[in-house]
């Protein structure tokens, strides 16, 4: 079965401190790629996405990835974290080429980011 | 534009019952997509709706129903509701570029 890892389950950093989650996924064909950040009591949001094109895609909050197609990872990268960065954050996949659709996403289980001030 | 709205917000329901939650698309997105989200297990993707049809569904069992009506706004049902049910339901409105979530459905099972 598709899957999605982050190999993190809870980072905790300084502020200044650089930021580097990995998401890897299992399928070979075409993807899209997504992450997406949960602040503490808010709904989930988008704050970057991949589908094609340059490998490296900046979001939201100066929050950049970089798709590797050969790792089959989507690093999610930050130079400086801030004390609001604190944060759950998701990667997910659609992986279009094996059925599924835009609005199918795989997810993985989550990266709980906290930043000491 | 307004965003991805759920009703209710939190849902107390006892083993047995039926539930039914109710998802508003942002405005000009005809596709929804509903999701599971557990401390154990994580995000799940429950089922995707387009244009009233359902056009993908995961691997859950038969009690999650949903529906799609003609004005994009979608339910979902769990019948004969189990402990494990318990989750926070989220509604995501699509486009072609991104799916955007609400805030969710708290649903506790006693």
């Known amino acids: 079965a598709q899957s999605v890892s982050q190999h993190n389950h809870h980072v905790i950093l300084s502020e200044a401190a650089s930021l580097e989650l990995g998401c890897n996924y299992s399928?070979?064909?075409?993807?899209?790629l997504f992450w997406y950040v949960q602040y503490p009591g808010q709904h989930l949001q988008l704050l970057l996405k991949?589908?094609?094109?340059?490998?490296l895609v900046k979001g939201i909050k100066g929050f950049e990835a970089e798709f590797i197609k050969s790792k089959f990872s989507f690093n999610l990268r930050k130079p400086s974290v801030q004390w609001s960065d604190t944060a759950e954050y998701f990667c997910?996949?659609?992986?279009?080429?094996?059925?599924?659709?835009?609005?199918?996403?795989?997810f993985g289980k989550g990266t709980k980011l906290s930043v000491k001030p | 534009k307004a965003g991805v709205t759920q009703t209710p917000r939190y849902l107390i329901k006892t083993r047995g019952q039926q539930v039914t939650l109710s998802c508003s698309p942002i405005?000009?997105?005809?596709?929804v997509s509903w999701y599971q989200q557990t401390p154990g297990q994580g995000l799940q993707f429950l089922f995707e709706?387009?244009?009233?049809?359902?056009?993908n569904k995961g691997n859950f069992p038969g009690r999650f129903s949903g529906r799609q009506f003609s004005n994009s706004r979608s339910e979902m049902n769990v019948s004969t509701l189990e402990l494990g049910d318990s989750a926070l339901y989220l509604c995501?409105?699509?486009?072609?570029?991104?799916?955007?979530f609400g805030p969710g459905t708290r649903l506790t099972v006693l």
């Open positions: 991949y589908f094609s094109g340059d490998p």
């Open positions: 405005s000009g997105h005809r596709s």
């Open positions: 997910a996949v659609n992986g279009i080429s094996y059925g599924g659709s835009q609005g199918n996403l795989i």
């Open positions: 995501a409105s699509g486009s072609k570029s991104a799916q955007y």
């Open positions: 399928y070979g064909g075409t993807v899209n």
């Open positions: 709706y387009f244009s009233e049809t359902q056009r």
